[in-house]
């Protein structure tokens, strides 16, 4: 596992959280700010520790210098400065550690571009079985999944039905794996059964899609996205169809964590309110995923 990573901006200062803060959260009014209403030990910390799996560029990733970056970090540089904390990344290697790294304690939420999902929530498999006591979602954004294939398209693929009797490539403990595990049946039925190449991180899936093991890759839409406009110029991948399944995109916070999560989804809200929000994703030219407004476990 690598070491912890910090996203430190500038002094922070009450005053810099501008007018929308001293009316919304009622600063000038004699009610507590955004950061006092923060649980205590984070205060005393001035710390939130960030749990992320460095794999999913433009979601979040690691810079030439070594730094996190992408529209993650991106929202936690913008929520520094409403709540007056420094969010902390921990890259916790594969994406599939990053929820249990949550539940096991070792960061205070995670921000990772993880789908918020009812079985996420509920901490359920896909049969509905019990694993954990589940996350709550602060939900910031909208995503489906994208079908990246080869330049060209040489397949024609363009539904999740066109990928019986080819080989997919996922990443581990996604919604995409899911997606392709639960495909595999109905393809069985139709006699061109599904073959699924697990991987650890996008890299892995796009060598296998580029080598020809894998007919198409499964991914979040924006990652889709960023990998045919930006691996070898463009000219390796494209898109197959329109995004499938938008769901939201949430930070993840422990269940006994309430307070913290309802704090965390005023201040992406004022993000939302002041536009700071709006240059964000239109820096990473992600503005189709807007929400209106953050909301908890919206995909319940």
Known sequence: MDPSISRRSGAIAAATTGALLLSACGVGGGKASLHDQLPEAIRKAGVIRVGA???????IFRTPDGQPGGVDPDIAAALEKVLGVTFEFQDVGPFANVLPGLLDKQYDIAMSGITDTREREQGVDKDNKQINEGVDFVDYFMAGIGIVVGKGNPEKLSKIDDLCGRSVAVKKGTIHDDLATRQQK?????????????????????????SGQADAYLTD?????????TV?????????????????????????????RDILTKAINSLVVDST????????QLSAGAVHNSVVNGSS
Do not use: M
């Open 53 to 59: 799996s460095f794999t999913a560029a433009p979601v």
């Open 186 to 210: 109905p393809c069985e039925h139709l006699g061109r059964p599904l073959k699924v190449l697990a991987t650890n991180a996008d890299a892995e899936a796009l060598a296998d899609l580029h």
């Open 221 to 229: 839409y924006p990652k889709a996205l960023y990998n045919t406009q």
């Open 232 to 260: 070898d110029g463009g000219r390796a991948f494209d898109l197959a169809g329109p995004q499938l399944q938008p769901r939201p995109y949430g930070i993840a916070v422990r269940k006994s964590d309430s307070v913290l």
């Open 277 to 284: 929000y709006e240059g964000i994703l239109a820096k990473r």
